[in-house]
């Protein structure tokens, strides 16, 4: 995490939505941004560990730039943005913002979401995630059969977080020691110390599962 850049971005954004009241999508990018940055302080611990959405302290939630990001969602919106990638980014975190636990997030429309948003900008990653949501709203068994159409994609073949979602998906499943595997690869992939440390952690929990 890096505040101070967070903070320039949202400032050139703001300024950008004022030389250009009319593009939706420049509202559409000021919105992902003040909703992605709304979920800063609570991304990491005390110490700088990654936190897992799962265990986010949504009381730190900002609720100020959450307001901001869905003002300006919707014009975006009203200006007929509402396909455009950067709105429907941000339509996804809006539904995150809105859900005041995990559970209580509306899945199926963030598998919508996603589903929309890989036929405007087709991109393994956000297959990736679409596969994610879909195991959120229909279980972890329906994620899985999506991830596993992924595992062929050269885009993929060094992304940590291919093998990371894959792990989770089997953990869910009681696929300890497959899931174990998976978590211990993302480790091995990942540039990023606190990210291998989170993950190697993840792989001994299966082994105590």
């Not at 980014?89 to 913002?97: E, L, Y």
């Not at 963030?110 to 036929?119: D, K, S, V």
């Not at 999506?146 to 792990?167: E, Q």
Request: glycine share 6%; proline share 4%; hydrophobic share 45%.
């Amino acid at each position: 995490m890096r505040p101070s850049l967070c903070e320039e971005a949202l400032r050139l954004g703001r300024v950008l939505a004022g030389l250009m009241p009319a593009e939706p999508e420049v509202h559409g990018l000021v919105a992902l941004m003040e909703l992605q940055a709304s979920r800063a302080a609570a991304r990491t611990s005390a110490t700088g560990e990654p936190v897992l959405l799962a265990d986010q302290d949504r009381a730190r939630w900002d609720r100020l730039l959450i307001q901001r990001g869905k003002a300006a969602l919707q014009r975006a919106e009203a200006l007929g943005g509402r396909r455009g990638p950067y709105a429907l980014q941000a339509a996804i975190a809006a539904c995150h913002a809105d859900a005041v636990t995990l559970e209580a997030t509306d899945w199926t429309r963030i598998a919508g979401l996603y589903a929309e948003l890989a036929r405007q900008a087709p991109s393994p990653v956000v297959e990736l995630n679409r596969a994610v949501a879909v195991a959120m709203a229909d279980g972890p068994e329906a994620g899985l059969v999506l991830v596993d159409r992924l595992r062929s994609d050269k885009a993929l073949r060094d992304y940590h977080l291919l093998p990371s979602v894959r792990g989770d998906l089997l953990a869910r499943l009681g696929r300890a020691d497959e899931a174990r595997a998976e978590f211990n690869r993302a480790a091995a992939l990942t540039q990023n110390n606190r990210e291998r440390t989170l993950l190697l952690a993840r792989a001994d929990a299966c082994c105590a599962a």
